[in-house]
């Protein structure tokens, strides 16, 4: 299946090349560069990529591409997920997934590479089943390996890949058993001039970081489970119980990973929890124009709306901005033309509001369309969609965890047109 | 070391270039006499020491230098001979690291590498799986064309090993086997068809992946595994998922009738856009003769459907492929939620799913419209996505939400996306003339666009007005005339030759413009584009032929221009038009038509979706995505018309169990379909708590058939084994707790009491989670009482993962094939032993003479592992001779080996952990062995007939180990003699008692 990968930087350098099968030559990125060229953006190349021998597909991550090479017929999202998957790993064992935490650990990441795919079929991809055949690098344990001589693969056996439950490690052990869910809403909600919602819908996910020892068997259920429209499941979720009644029943994975993703259908209504006043307007003929926005709570069920913050892409035509925020503080970035305002807390007697002008190519025509305004916030201990976590059951262990559940909601592709 | 080759550099330089340059470029390693490599050389050098010195730490460092070089790309083949010494490294970073260089260098380096294959031949028989498993991987890997007989060999061992996992390695070596020798087909494709009939569901995504590789025409080979794969389907991890559900996609599409409604197809262009799916049904039903789907085309659909569910949105992808294929129109509508679902996710995945969904929706327009606002555009998408965004909105257009769409499509004209923009107005276009009552607004809409002020905004309009007013022969004047004064200030190729064409079209309605244009693009002619030329050479064409009077002069002046031009089509076309138009003596009876010729009604263009033909590529391919035929695409059956005969997938229960029972017992079974997911049931209850219940749920279908099942799973003897020694377990579990100090309950009842779960509930699963391991569940009791001891047994438990192993292995495992028996199979299954348990064998029957053992087995089975057991090492074999230490008792012999270079003191059986009933006599403790040494002891297990383990610790002085004996069925047997009468009339007492049992 998965012949090659290459991975490549921004400015275009092949740094690190694996390949399953034979090898393959690094001239076969030509065809990617050119596609690149093509683009002009990196967001617009295109995922796959024919080429004479060989189909590229690629994913685009943290300012990396994995370019991987096909040469026969596989099912495309097969690949990119897989792409996903590697660069999740990386993440989780590095920390980040740049290059250069990649250069720096070229060898695990060799090593990874190789006990993820066999002959270009992925062999393993969960995390608890890797680092239990390679250990993740720690600064302690590259000193004491310096000095031991003593290696980062393990020299235990993936007992994980073996059993029905590939994504637990056995034998995990912990002084303190804690098990926390975040439940975590975005919305991304399109809001027009007038300020009415053109769409609007919540996506959800849990994520939990599970600290328990042995082979406990939890049970998780909500007040209101028929809110979840749409679900997708971590492997370990049984299916057949969540049918039926409605409850996530599991032997969790050891460590931090995503439960359950779901999305509240947008025919329910949605509540949106800012609003947001603006006139921005070029005038015509002059080399000016004026902009002001404000923003307001609204339907922020009593909760403080933090981390506030504001993206604007101008238009080419904008020099410069002369701005005077009431609160927080702005950046305009004159190349990028990308207007950012770090509001922080919304406090209801006094609204935040940025006012000023702005500074256009003289000679120009004005521009066409105002600039849409980008919108992230939080609201901590708040689940916008109203889901609430019953309780937390734990069996097939004896000791008491600990448990936490946490809320919070964000603001997802929020954005308003104006 | 610098100077000196810098000095033979410039020796060697001045010398013969040319045989310099043969060198360099025939060697593949950089040769030394090239200085740019002179560095490298030197480094290769040291890399090379450090590789021999005998300090792992410098091993390790230099290999990790040299998968440095690779990763980056740059030779390192010519470290061949120094790596490959260390392929039997002791240190196990070393030799994965030694083996991901052999992987990458040993096709070039054939003949060297053909020393490391003793290694992995010597380990393909180590008693450790994994390492089995690895040393399969690696030799599989080495693309050497000479060792491909040792290949097949080893694919062919492992591919019969007990163990799942190098079963599943096996599998993937198959495919590697075939690309570097494919005539080896016919052997692989038997093992492929071996490997095809096992149950566990490791391997299944594996060999089906082989399958498609090596020969996806042999449909034939699924037949028989089809119900199994179904069944499986949800417990299989997620890659092997996806390679399973397209694979079965194309088998049904083979064996099942359609269960479309015939003239569904036409129906769907015929019929309104915004029926729903239902209707659909319902008004086909009504018609129609009733179909009845095939129960395994029913079984396929329903088990695929929690897979919607998945993480993976390549499993997302293939179920919904696979409901958009095969299954009836009115059911696939449950796809598009999860599709829109994955629309969250990263721009790769979004790309592909709205191709995906674009040529879905415009088939099937109903199924995504009510998510018609997930595909609204945002500012911050990139231009690719936007793009296929607006292909599926302009799918959905109908006319119930055009004007919402139309709205929104006004936002994204204005966008600062150009090339987003141009393609709103084409997606404008395109609505215009599929919904007819907008098409008036629509045009409105565009013409006012022709002041935009940006060009390309501007030159599209134009492009698309001029379709739309050709497709509408009605007066459009006005439009045309201002679009002939856009004419002085559009540059934009298509533009320009758009409005031309449409000027010249409409000649004879606007009389007074068109000479005008005619004059100004004379004079502009030779500075136009060649599409614009042409044009201007139509326009003066036809403008001679209808107003000759006016431009007669102008036309001859343009087709002087172009006589000249540089282009060829521009000198042809000139050449042409002046033979039909210009009347002379030569020309032929054709310019007498020429009016007829140039001002023919022409047919309006279509506007079409660039997703129509892409239909019949399978859906979530490559080949659909690039919608050409990738290498190796399978294409995708029609419905046959009859449907292939069905019972080709019942399994034969018979057959099959004769591998698991003994032959007498095989009797009422009927071959029904659940036999194989039952007895996986089982096998997942006894390996693990987990999946016994998601799989127990996915097989408690609403079908009557379960039943059966639910009996043939039982009668066949393995499972009944099974069972039976679970409820062993699950009885002792109940003694234990109950035993249990009050402190325990007192917790028990906390528990129950918070918990809001009826206590049956968690009762049960808490059996079910124990009932896994009798060992583990054990371990959990003693935990709860000592603290300290749980942990000192846990850090035990830890060291010693291999034994655990053996436990978590498949049922088939231990099946008799595990020993080299020669003797007669076996008389009795486990299942009747444990149904005769009241009855001692030897008092019943007098005929049954105990006999010596016709051949004794010298395997030995790994008991302790010398590097698990600090140096010291044990093995046990079964000697086959009655127990000294009791009759009903297997007897066992220990080797003990000393390997450590100290006396081991005080070697004796610590805690013994032994299910109920079981009983077991130790040795006598050993006071010390010496280095080197080697002792061998025999002890007595009373396995209870069972095949459960039996757990215990091996002491010395200083440690405990824990350890295990797991006896193979055909060791828990009494050789006896008896008549073939004695034999039939034994049968006969031991079914009666069978049936009794049932």
Known sequence: ?418 | MSSNSFAYNEQSGGGEATELGQEATSTISPSGAFGLFSSDMKKNEDLKQMLESNKDSAKLDAMKRIVGMIAKGKNASELFPAVVKNVASKNIEIKKLVYVYLVRYAEEQQDLALLSISTFQRALKDPNQLIRASALRVLSSIRVPIIVPIMMLAIKEASADLSPYVRKNAAHAIQKLYSLDPEQKEMLIEIIEKLLKDKSTLVAGSVVMAFEEVCPDRIDLIHKNYRKLCNLLVDVEEWGQVVIIHMLTRYARTQFVSPWKEGDGLEDNEKDFYDSDEEQKEKADKRKRPYTMDPDHRLLIRNTKPLLQSRNAAVVMAVAQLYWHIAPKSEAGIISKSLVRLLRSNREVQYIVLQNIATMSIQRKGMFEPYLKSFYVRSTDPTMIKILKLEILTNLANEANISTLLREFQTYVKSQDKQFAAATIQTIGRCATSITEVSDTCLNGLVCLLSNRDEIVVAESVVVIKKLLQMQPIQHGEIIKHMAKLLDSITVPVARASILWLIGENCERVPKIAPDVLRKTAKSFTSEDDLVKLQILNLGAKLYLTNSKQTKLLTQYILNLGKYDQNYDIRDRTRFIRQLIVPNEKSGALSKYAKKIFLAQKPAPLLESPFKDRDHFQLGTLSHTLNTKATGYLELSNWPEVAPDPSVRNVEVIELAKEWTPAGKAKKENPDEKFYSESEEEEDSSESSSDSESASGSESGEDEEEDHSGDSGEDSGESGSESEAGKGRAAKHAKARGKGDSKDVDKEKENSKSSESSSGESSSIEESSSDSESESESESESESRTITKAKEKKTKQDRNPLTKDVSLLDLDDFNPVSSPVVLPTPALSPSLIADLEGLNLSATSSVISVSTPVFVPGKTHVLLHRMSGKGLAAHYFFPRQPCIFGDKMVSVQITLNNTTDQKIENIHVGGKKLPMGMQMHVFNPIESLEPAGSITVSVGIDFCDSTQTASFQLCTKDDCFSVNIQPPVGELLLPVAMSEKDFKKEQGLQLKLCTVGH
């Open chain 1, 1 to 418: 299946m998965i012949h090659s990968l290459f991975l490549i930087n921004c400015s275009g350098d092949i740094f690190l090349e694996k390949h399953w099968k034979s090898v393959v030559s690094q001239s076969v990125c030509d065809y990617f560069f050119e596609a690149q060229e093509k683009a002009a953006d990196v967001e617009n190349v295109p995922p796959v990529i024919s080429t004479p021998h060989h189909y590229l597909i690629s994913i685009y991550r943290d300012k990396l591409f994995f370019v991987s090479v096909i040469q026969t017929e596989v099912p495309p999202l097969f690949v990119i997920e897989f792409l996903h998957r590697v660069a999740d790993t990386f993440q989780d064992y590095f920390g980040e997934c740049s290059e250069a935490a990649i250069k720096d650990n070229v060898v695990i990441v060799y090593e990874l590479l190789e006990e993820m795919l066999d002959n270009g079929f992925p062999l393993a991809t969960e995390s608890n089943i890797l680092k239990e055949l390679i250990k993740p690098p720690t600064i302690l344990r590259s000193v004491v390996n310096s000095i031991t001589g003593s290696s980062n693969v393990g020299d235990t056996l993936p007992t994980g890949q073996l059993s029905n439950i590939p994504w637990r490690r056995a034998g995990v052990k912990y002084t303190n058993n804690e098990a926390y869910f975040d439940v975590v809403e975005e919305i991304d909600a399109i809001i027009d001039k007038s300020g009415s919602t053109v769409f609007a819908e919540i996506q959800g996910v849990i994520d939990a970081c599970i600290k328990l020892s042995g082979m406990p068997d939890l049970s998780l259920s909500f007040m209101n489970p028929r809110l979840l429209d749409d679900v997708s499941f971590h492997p370990c979720i049984r299916f057949k119980r969540w049918e039926s009644e409605r409850v996530l029943s599991f032997i969790p994975p050891d460590g931090n990973f995503r439960l359950i993703s779901y999305r509240v259908s947008s025919q329910n209504l949605v509540a949106i929890p800012v609003y947001v006043k603006h006139s921005i307007s070029f005038k015509e003929n002059s080399s000016c124009g004026r902009f002001d926005i404000t923003i307001g709570p609204k339907q922020n069920m009593g909760k403080t709306i933090e981390a506030i913050t504001v993206t604007v892409h101008m238009p080419k035509v904008v020099l410069n901005m002369n701005l005077t925020p009431t609160q927080g503080s702005y950046t305009f970035d004159p190349v990028t033309k990308v207007l950012t305002w770090d509001v922080g807390k919304i406090t209801p007697q006094k609204l935040p509001s940025l006012k000023g002008l702005v500074n256009l190519q003289s000679g120009a025509p004005k521009p066409e369309e105002n600039p849409s305004l980008n919108i992230q916030f939080k609201i901590q201990q708040l689940a916008i969609s109203g889901l609430k976590v019953n309780r937390l059951d734990m069996y097939g262990e004896k000791y008491k965890p600990f448990k936490g559940v946490k809320y919070v909601t964000k603001a997802g592709k929020f954005q308003v047109r104006t």
